[in-house]
């Protein structure tokens, strides 16, 4: 029932800053959770901020103050601001969407293909 395409990645240096966007489509859009996650090689798919329909946030606490989660239901589309960068950072980043707020991966039902990033050092 969603489609969620992101956008935005590339290669950043370190204390930089990059946006990434997700696209989704599908009418239920808005009463979807939305998440951004990020996978390194070799590790398990990790959670990295959500926003409820209403707005309401939640980040984990390595990219707490660094990052900022949005949307715009008019867009059906969702951002994630990232400000200095770390090499820790680097992933390929997925945007989710979902019935609630969760932190665990299998709570959302729909996923992006991912856009990479890169952090320099």
């Known amino acids: 029932q969603v489609q969620l395409v992101e956008s935005g990645g590339g290669l950043v240096q370190a204390g930089g800053s990059l946006r990434l966007s997700c696209a989704a489509s599908?009418?239920?859009?808005?009463?979807?959770?939305m998440g951004w996650f990020r996978q390194a090689p070799g590790k398990e798919r990790e959670f990295v901020a959500v926003i409820s329909w209403t707005g309401a946030t939640y980040y984990a606490d390595s990219v707490k103050g660094r990052f900022t989660i949005s949307r715009d239901n008019a867009k059906n589309s969702v951002y994630l601001q990232m400000n200095s960068l770390k090499p820790e950072d680097a992933a390929v980043y997925y945007c989710a969407a979902g019935p609630v707020i969760a932190s665990h991966a299998g709570a959302y039902g729909y996923w992006g293909q991912g856009t990479q990033v890169t952090v320099s050092s």
């Open positions: 599908g009418r239920t859009f808005a009463s979807y959770a």
